[in-house]
């Protein structure tokens, strides 16, 4: 049990959300959005967030800050 709690904190570590494309930065539910930019919500950010959802900081991370993505 506790060797299965340190990979999975190992793993949480090394996967980072993706935070900005060439487009711009992302932004989540507290993030201003630069004005004429399309935004679409992160399909990689919102699986990290649930897969890590029972760890509650990576979802609160991916939800206030990196929810929406630039596309255009």
Same mark, same amino acid.
Do not use: H
């Given at each position: 049990?506790?060797?299965?709690?340190?990979?999975?904190?190992?793993?949480? +570590?090394?996967?980072?959300?993706?935070?900005?494309?060439p487009? /711009?930065?992302?932004?989540?539910?507290? /993030?201003?959005?630069?004005? /004429?930019? !399309? %935004?679409? %919500?992160?399909?990689?950010?919102?699986? +990290? /967030?649930l897969?890590?959802?029972?760890?509650v900081?990576?979802?609160?991370?991916?939800?206030? !800050?990196?929810?929406?993505?630039?596309?255009?």
């Amino acid at each position: 049990m506790k060797k299965s709690l340190t990979v999975l904190a190992a793993i949480a +570590l090394l996967t980072a959300c993706e935070s900005q494309r060439p487009n /711009g930065r992302c932004v989540g539910l507290n /993030g201003d959005p630069e004005p /004429g930019v !399309k %935004y679409e %919500y992160s399909v990689r950010n919102v699986i +990290l /967030g649930l897969v890590f959802v029972e760890m509650v900081v990576p979802p609160v991370i991916v939800v206030l !800050k990196e929810l929406k993505c630039p596309v255009q």
